[in-house]
């Protein structure tokens, strides 16, 4: 059962932390209905159906058409949201609006140069070459031949940027500050730190490594342009579920609801494929220990663990690995994802670890690390039976300089030994 | 100071509640969450009298928690904490890493 609890009958006793202003916060039933609607936009940011290309489409010319635009004349589909910025830094030329002998490969009609050539030998042969000639091969079977695709500028603001700050100011104008802020608080911070914070942002880190590492010369400037010119489609949930059934964002929730990341120029309208697989843990972060944590349809994929991007060759020595191994890894946040892979409990094991320290709060164990500061961590049995009446055990990581297994569980809650004395504990 | 899982729930005086916090809303259930798990769906939950829950405004989860009258602290997992009225500082778990420190996922 749930008590309704107004937020103004709040003990005269307890300071009240809040005055509300202008229309001020939304009461319990309106936050609860703010937060169906956040979890409704958050599913559609992590959906992995594959993408409604007729109402996708639909919805894009509706936003150019809201936006002023003219109607796009070529529509074009891509598998993910690499190959989406790969075909964006193929089809745009600052110079002529069109791939032209900075182009590259099979996109241009005369070849790679020696000067545009990545490094490595035979650019067919590379990663990025065999991408680049993948994409260009996508573009032509839809009927379009890549050096005479000429895209015009690119519409963001007008289609994105400025209808977004045009909502948010008249929704803070009719809320008035605080109430903005509480909104915003029941409405969508919650899926922008998901969605924005927790896979857009390694999303684009992963990109911009990927897009400008072998990149041939002319064509790395475009892939960092694309980077800023691209609209994020089903990610843009992590800010439309705070404007919901707004009309002037109707275009983009429209593409939200059915596509991926996707670059809107004056001419041409690159689209992308909703990732088919998104691993995250409890704290929502991309995480997975078995390939990767996102996986496009396409075959692009992030590796992460606990919200860190891994290297591909590194995720997959992951289920390889020995204590010897670890030890050996001169990368200390790669040898800290191999840690935590292999598991905190059997390296203890395996290195036949030190316990330094028992009390009532759990066990203190200490390893050393060669060129590294010593690893320690408690040793903790949760407090409630599993169903099976076992109790389950689990391992945390504490500052180097921790004594005491008591002072170890303190830490992970910001307190000193002496503060920690939990009067109960489930 | 209650102890559920991942999470603490700490006493303090009122008059260390900061000014300037926001209401940390209810799930779309209609519930004051105090951390929720992503991958399980599981909560701390708590219900109870005159309960309110609080976030300081650039933040996601809840820090502070008032209770007027009484609250009980309910999860999935582990079992239920009965908490007098007061004020209380919500402390989710976190682990070290080299130079900085991570939330635990549990």
């Known amino acids: 059962m749930t008590t309704e609890t107004p937020s103004d009958h709040v003990d005269p006793g307890l300071r009240t932390p809040h005055s509300p202003e202008a229309a001020g916060p939304p009461d319990d039933r309106s936050a609860a209905a703010l937060a169906r609607t956040a979890d409704t936009w958050l599913a559609r940011g992590l959906a992995t159906d594959p993408a409604d290309r007729a109402t996708a489409e639909a919805a894009v010319r509706q936003a150019y058409a809201g936006a002023g635009l003219a109607t796009p004349e070529t529509i074009i589909w891509l598998g993910s949201p690499y190959a989406g910025a790969l075909a964006a830094a193929l089809l745009t030329d600052t110079t002529s609006g069109a791939a032209g002998p900075g182009g590259f490969g099979a996109a241009g009609p005369g070849g790679p140069s020696p000067a545009t050539s990545p490094p490595g030998g035979d650019p067919d042969k590379s990663p990025t070459g065999r991408a680049l000639a993948e994409v260009t091969a996508a573009i032509r079977a839809q009927g379009h031949e890549p050096h005479r695709v000429v895209t015009g500028r690119s519409v963001r603001a007008r289609l994105r940027t400025a209808p977004w700050a045009e909502a948010r100011a008249d929704a803070v104008t009719r809320l008035g500050p605080a109430g903005w802020a509480a909104h915003w608080a029941a409405g969508g911070q919650r899926t922008w730190h998901l969605l924005n914070e927790r896979l857009v942002t390694p999303l684009r880190t992963r990109l911009t490594d990927e897009l400008t590492r072998e990149m041939p010369a002319p064509l790395v400037g475009r892939a960092r342009t694309a980077l800023l010119d691209v609209v994020f489609g089903q990610h843009d949930a992590a800010w439309l579920s705070a404007f919901d059934n707004d009309p002037r964002v109707a275009g983009l929730a429209g593409v939200a609801d059915a596509a991926g990341w996707w670059w809107p120029y004056e001419r041409v309208v690159i689209m992308t494929e909703r990732p088919v697989r998104v691993e995250r843990d409890n704290l929502g972060r991309l995480h997975h220990g078995d390939g990767p944590a996102l996986v496009y349809p396409d075959g692009f994929g992030l590796h992460a663990w606990r919200g860190m991007p891994i290297p591909a060759d590194v995720a997959a020595e992951l289920p390889r690995l020995t204590v010897e191994r670890i030890r050996a890894e001169r990368n200390a946040e790669v040898r800290r994802v191999m840690l935590e892979h292999f598991g905190y409990d059997r390296y203890l094991r395996e290195s036949k670890a030190r316990a330094i320290h028992r009390d009532a709060y759990g066990v203190l164990w200490r390893i050393e690390l060669p060129q590294d500061e010593p690893l320690v961590m408690v040793e903790v049995v949760n407090a409630t039976p599993e169903p099976d009446g076992t109790s389950r055990t689990y391992w945390l990581r504490v500052p180097p300089q921790t004594r005491t297994a008591r002072a170890g569980v303190a830490w992970t809650f910001g307190l000193t030994e002496q503060e920690y004395a939990p009067l109960v504990q489930t | ?106």
């Open chain 2, 1 to 106: 100071m209650y102890r559920q899982g991942d999470v603490l729930v700490h006493p303090i005086d009122p008059a260390e509640v900061p000014a300037g916090l926001i209401p940390a809303g209810r799930d779309a259930r209609g519930r004051l969450v105090l951390a929720r798990g992503e991958a399980t769906g599981h909560a701390h939950v708590v219900n109870g009298s005159g309960v309110t829950l609080w976030a300081l405004p650039d933040q996601t989860e809840p820090s502070f928690l008032l209770i007027e009258g009484y609250g009980r602290l309910g999860h999935e997992e582990h079992g239920p904490i009965p908490l007098p009225a007061g004020a209380y500082r919500v402390v989710r778990q976190r682990e070290y890493l080299p130079g900085a420190w991570r939330p635990v996922a549990d």
